[in-house]
């Protein structure tokens, strides 16, 4: 029998990496442990069943992928049950999650001495996972999917709510906007990672899941591991002295295979393999941002206005008010039989960015799009819709300047015109591209050969095998 203290030291050991539920904690969290375990560290990935049999539905597989062991445990819900409801899930995953993994550790470390876990990365958001590594004696790294800029906007929380500025539903008070440093875009009411005005139950939520990475950020972890590169971020980089930018965490960098939650339409590559080069408008809202019909309406003939090729994502789920998507009339004749437009339920979004012939990222500014856009050198169209994305897109627009908003009208629409006209204007911006190919060539050279977030992975791989 193995005892429960004692994890193995002075061996490559054995590393858990437990992900928050969600495609965009998911994904870059299973390409780190990839990259992890290519360096002859065992790393089991635990995903909550729902989540588990997601990925294996959509990847056609249970195989370990690149060295890395799948495991999985329960999220407390029935199977049937509803986990699109954020407040149901949260409680689940509090009160039930850490007991599950316990029981998971012990049989691990129980089954092999020599592979105990020594080590456990998780979601910043699951303090309660990260305290666990204290009783098994292994260590505990915080895993950060956002931005830099959104960890340090988290630490400032209590800050925020002793000055009395921040409500506990996560409203702003007394102040409009919040501003860390000159370099980072200031943060207006309403665009925290938290912030979600239409429904404040769920911002509460939101906020509480915050102020478990404030906790575990500050008092967890002994490193917060970040998908970002210290020069896109140096200034809110600098602002978390335990943080560590080991991103873009890309698929090309990590030898990644799939890590999507639906099954991806590999047509679209061979659509995309007939059109002119950086003709195409690539539009995806990640995987959970919703639109009303009537501006889903509005996007499909806005798209068609602009007279462009476009490849447009449109889940089964994106339309808030749960009905079946349903496109203008004769919309999909007009557009899409014709060859101008296509429309996939879920695309190998990574491959497409990179792919030749799209020239515009229309998207909703989830960090690791983000990110993949970035480093695809695309213009962006911004259409945030909530969390940190609308920081996301203040980066893009007004620090980075490579992309452009898509305004909202009076009513919160954004309206088939103004669709049109940002697109010819993003196409057209000779300023807008420099920039972009200007940071695609830092992110490259950030993950090459002594860059620096190659030079942190290091420092964290040589930390690990030493410990
Ligand atoms: N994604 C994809 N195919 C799609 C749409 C999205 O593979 O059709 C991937 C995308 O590459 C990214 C993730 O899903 O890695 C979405 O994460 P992000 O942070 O951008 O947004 P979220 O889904 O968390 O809102």
Request: hydrophobic residues 40%.
């Amino acid at each position: 029998m193995c005892g429960k203290m004692g994890a193995t030291k002075g061996k490559r050991g054995h590393v858990l990496a437990v992900p928050f539920p969600a495609q965009g904690h998911v994904t870059p969290l299973l390409k780190f442990s990839r990259l992890i375990a290519s360096h002859g560290v065992k790393l089991t990935f635990v995903n909550t069943h729902f989540i588990h049999n997601k990925l294996a539905a959509a990847t056609n597989s249970h195989a370990p992928q690149l060295g890395v062991v799948l495991a999985s445990i329960s999220d407390g819900l029935p199977d049937d049950d509803d986990r699109s409801d954020a407040f149901k899930l949260w409680e689940s995953l509090n009160s039930t999650m850490a007991g599950h993994l316990t029981e998971l550790i012990e049989k691990i470390n129980a089954s092999n001495c020599d592979e105990k876990i020594s080590c456990i990365i998780a979601d910043v958001t699951l303090e309660w996972i990260l305290e666990l590594a204290r009783d098994f004696g292994a260590q505990s790294f915080g895993f950060t999917p956002a931005s830099a800029a959104s960890l340090a906007m988290v630490l400032q929380i209590p800050n925020l709510i002793h000055q009395g500025n921040l409500d506990l539903n996560g409203t702003l008070k007394g102040i409009e906007s919040v501003r860390l440093t000159d370099e980072i875009p200031a943060w207006r009411k309403d665009e925290f990672a938290w912030s979600f005005p239409i429904d404040l139950k769920t911002q509460k939520i939101m906020l509480e899941c915050c102020l478990c990475g404030e906790k575990s950020a500050r008092f967890r972890s002994t490193w917060l591991l970040c998908n970002t590169f210290y020069e896109l971020e140096s200034s809110a980089c600098d602002l978390s002295p335990k943080l560590l930018p080991i991103g873009p965490l890309l698929d090309s960098q990590c030898r990644a295979n799939c890590s999507s939650f639906y099954v991806e339409d590999t047509s679209c590559l061979r659509w995309l393999d007939e059109k002119a080069v950086a003709s195409v408008i690539y539009v995806s809202f990640g995987s959970l941002a919703v639109l009303s019909h009537h501006q889903l309406q509005e996007l499909a003939l806005g798209l068609e206005l602009s007279g462009r090729p476009f490849l447009w994502v449109v889940r089964s789920n994106l339309t808030n008010d749960g009905s079946r998507v349903e496109y203008p009339e004769g919309f999909l004749g007009r557009v899409c039989s014709g060859g101008l437009g296509k429309i996939v339920e879920w695309a190998p979004q990574e491959r497409v960015l990179s792919h030749p012939s799209v020239g515009c990222f229309l998207s909703h500014c989830g960090w690791n799009s983000t990110l993949e856009g970035l480093a695809a050198a695309l213009p962006f169209l911004c259409w945030p819709y909530f969390a940190d994305q609308y920081h996301n897109q203040s980066y893009v627009c007004d620090k980075w300047k490579i992309g452009l908003r898509i305004e909202q009208d009076e009513n919160g629409i954004r309206g088939r015109d103004e669709i049109k006209k940002k697109i010819e204007i993003v196409v057209g911006d000779d300023d807008i591209k420099a920039n972009a190919l200007r940071l695609k060539e830092m992110a490259t050279m950030s993950v090459a050969q002594e860059g620096s977030s190659f030079l942190n992975f290091q420092r964290f791989i040589d930390h690990l095998i030493m410990e």
